[in-house]
């Protein structure tokens, strides 16, 4: 036995249906597409959405609101976090290299520190923004808060 006697199981194919060749072929004439109508023409294409003259779901639903295309979204960070991750590792930086390699954010996201917590040890922070109560916090205790 080699590769070139390989065969499929018997029953495990079959020929494949040649539509448009003819009346001998057993599908001539409409070539499967019924007597008239949109669908048998030539070109024929439903559009995305298209439910058969019926109001479309992204038309019947309602649409509200407004969407800013400008909007920055930032992933919060409390200071109870950046409590305990100075209570594990003794650290004095945190920037967004730390941040992301102990798993609080991805590389590309932006970090707000919010002021959730007390933190009370002296690190300076870097981040993208802050809250007002996480900034008092971090320089009461000897702390720094860069913005990047």
């Given at each position: 036995m080699n590769?070139?006697?390989?065969?499929?199981a018997v029953g495990?194919?079959?020929?494949?249906?040649r539509i448009g060749r003819g009346t001998g072929s057993g599908r001539g004439g409409t070539s499967?597409?019924?007597?008239?109508?949109?669908?048998?023409?030539?070109?024929?294409?439903?559009?995305?959405?298209?439910?058969?003259?019926?109001m479309p779901l992204q038309r019947?639903?309602?649409?509200?609101?407004f969407t800013n295309i400008n909007r920055v979204e930032y992933k919060g960070i409390n200071l109870d976090a950046l409590q305990s991750l100075t209570?594990?590792?003794?650290?004095?930086?945190m920037d967004v290299?730390?941040?992301?390699?102990?798993?609080?954010?991805?590389?590309n996201a932006k970090?707000?520190?919010?002021?959730?917590?007390?933190?009370?040890?002296?690190?300076?922070?870097?981040?993208?923004?802050?809250?007002k109560s996480a900034v008092e916090a971090i320089e009461k205790a000897g702390g720094k808060a860069v913005t990047l």
């Open positions: 590769l070139s006697n390989l065969k499929p495990a194919t079959r020929n494949e249906k499967t597409r019924g007597h008239k109508g949109q669908k048998s023409r030539s070109g024929y294409s439903k559009k995305s959405g298209f439910e058969g003259g019926q019947r639903v309602p649409k509200f609101g209570d594990k590792g003794s650290t004095t930086t290299a730390y941040f992301v390699s102990n798993g609080l954010v991805s590389k970090i707000k520190i919010l002021g959730r917590g007390e933190i009370t040890q002296a690190v300076e922070v870097h981040a993208h923004a802050f809250s």
